[in-house]
């Protein structure tokens, strides 16, 4: 799983910006079938990245907390990405679809969270180092964690030095 971190900041280095974000939206996907292996697909990546990465896309409004971006809308976001509005669960969805017409990934850093036409800006560079970070932090919480630990091994494995 590190070394798929580590690929993403390498990427995000380069400004090789298709990369990073195939990359930051698969990371939950690797992650969540480690943390929650038995909860179907959408599910478990909703919950991963609601607990890792969704606290940086939520902030407090006089009636209670605002999500920019959730769990489930970064999942739908994926599908649109990797598998163009498909799921295999569910083949076509619609969420995935809107998904690329409700999200935008700038390069300009002040534009991040802000919405412009009903379309959440998102910036590239820090939308990936957050789910990076996200995902760092999720590996050091489960590192004296037996079952997890033991799913991380029989990853899949690419030598290349960190």
């Known amino acids: 799983m590190q070394v798929f971190v580590a690929s993403l900041e390498q990427c995000l280095k380069s400004e090789n910006w298709p990369a990073a974000l195939c ?3 698969s990371l939950p996907d690797m992650a969540g079938a480690i943390e929650n ?18 606290p940086k896309y939520r902030t407090n409004v006089l009636s209670g907390q605002h999500a920019f971006l959730s769990g489930a809308e970064c999942y739908a976001l ?7 509005g498909f799921d295999a669960d569910n083949g076509r969805r619609k969420d995935a679809i809107d998904a690329f017409y409700r999200f ?15 379309t959440l800006q998102l910036h590239t560079d820090r939308f990936c180092r957050d789910v990076g970070e996200g995902c760092e932090a999720w590996l050091k919480s489960i590192k004296n964690d037996a079952r997890k630990s033991a799913a991380l091994n029989r990853a899949l494995k690419i030598a290349i030095p960190l």
Do not use: I
């Open 78 to 84: 994926k599908c649109a990405m990797l598998y163009q």
């Open 104 to 118: 935008h990934f700038t390069s300009v850093a002040t534009e991040h969270c802000e919405h412009k036409n009903r």
């Open 37 to 54: 292996p038995e909860a179907k697909p959408q599910k478990r990546y909703a919950q991963w990245f609601d607990r890792w990465v969704g």
């Open 23 to 25: 990359l930051a939206l």
